[in-house]
């Protein structure tokens, strides 16, 4: 069965620092993934999605990047975190070329920014 | 413009009664829709997804959802409501523009009092 994992669980930054969450799909070949955020447990905001490895799009400008640089990982990253990243990231994949297909979630991380 | 709206920030309902969290869509062309569950702290679970076919969908945990074409609605619905049951949940529209993408409403709180 496929499992989806992100890591570090929670994590705390002090403002201007950089950032690395890691987000790994296990038990599927080539998934859509997808990365989000939430606010305030509550919308989801879609920051990137990749239908492949090197393949990133953008939904949001800011101060995120987002890199694939296997087919079942994708990293969000940023070069210095502000206060108004601070929030609960989610990974998901879905299956690719089939549009009808769920979405599937991992566990998320926990950013705090101060 | 695609759109999911969920009207209401929070849904209160006494453990056995039924309980309804409502959704409405704008999307043109033949709608695909799904509903997840958050708890907190955790990524969201897919419940169930309507593509076509029967209009009453059963999903996960004892929820089942209406489509309803001419009322562009997509309700969750559950027979008698557990205290367990108490969640964000989130309904999510296929974007037609861009078929790998999910448009999510903004999120119903379900509250089920003892």
């Known amino acids: 069965s496929q499992t989806i994992h992100q890591w570090p669980a929670t994590l705390v930054q002090p403002v201007g620092s950089p950032l690395s969450l890691e987000c790994t799909v296990e038990g599927t070949s080539n998934p859509n993934l997808y990365w989000y955020r939430q606010a305030a447990g509550r919308g989801l905001q879609l920051l990137f999605y990749s239908v492949g490895i090197g393949q990133i799009s953008s939904e949001v400008p800011q101060n995120l990047s987002a890199s694939r640089p296997q087919d079942r990982q994708f990293i969000l990253s940023s070069k210095k975190l502000l206060l108004s990243d601070s929030g609960f990231y989610l990974c998901a994949w879905s299956v690719l070329a089939v549009s009808y297909n769920e979405q599937f979630f991992g566990p998320g991380t926990r950013l705090t920014v101060l | ?114």
């Open chain 2, 1 to 114: 413009a695609q759109s999911v709206a969920q009207p209401e920030d929070q849904v209160n309902v006494a453990e056995g009664n039924p309980l309804t969290v409502k959704c409405t869509y704008s999307v043109s062309g033949n709608p695909y829709l799904f509903w997840y569950v958050q708890y907190p702290n955790r990524g969201l679970q897919f419940l169930l997804k309507y593509i076509t076919g029967d209009n009453l969908v059963k999903g996960s945990y004892g929820f089942e959802a209406e489509f309803n074409k001419s009322q562009t609605s997509f309700h969750l619905k559950k027979p008698s409501a557990l205290v367990s049951d108490s969640a964000l949940y989130f309904c999510a529209v296929r974007d037609m523009d861009s078929s790998y993408k999910l448009i999510f409403g903004s999120g119903t709180r379900l509250l089920v009092r003892p």
